[in-house]
């Protein structure tokens, strides 16, 4: 069963998992970072299996204009070895039932367009393409 990510060794224990998606990530700063990332309402949940986290998805829970209160996923990723076990659709579930229990009209994600893997999840799963997501990296002003 997920949980939620409470204590500073959990939230270490899911960088193993966080980080086959998010390899950027820097295993030393990451409990930092996801402390300070809770202060703008950022959860962490994961599920272990047989003692070792399996699967990760950080997300939010937020109102706004477009969709009302709703849970957009951050990062869902499943460990690679696990892949294809059931994991990705067990946490999936517990975020919408968290979804659910939290009053949200909407739970939705973005995924990487090279993620075809994670699409053909996602579709599997019922989710659905609803909009287009348009970013501009901003250059620092001198």
Known sequence: MPKQAITDEEIERC???MAQLRPALERQGFVRL???MEQEGFR???LEEDGEVVAVAGY???TNLALGKHLYVDDLVAAEPQRSRGHGR????WLRAEARASGCRVLHLDSGTQR????KF???EGLLITSFHFAEEL???Q
């Open 139 to 141: 250059k620092r002003e």
């Open 15 to 17: 960088f193993p998992v």
């Open 34 to 36: 996801v402390r300070r």
């Open 60 to 62: 939010r829970i937020y």
């Open 44 to 46: 962490l949940a994961y």
């Open 122 to 124: 996602y579709f599997r």
């Open 90 to 93: 067990a946490l999936l579930n």
């Open 116 to 119: 075809r893997g994670a699409h």
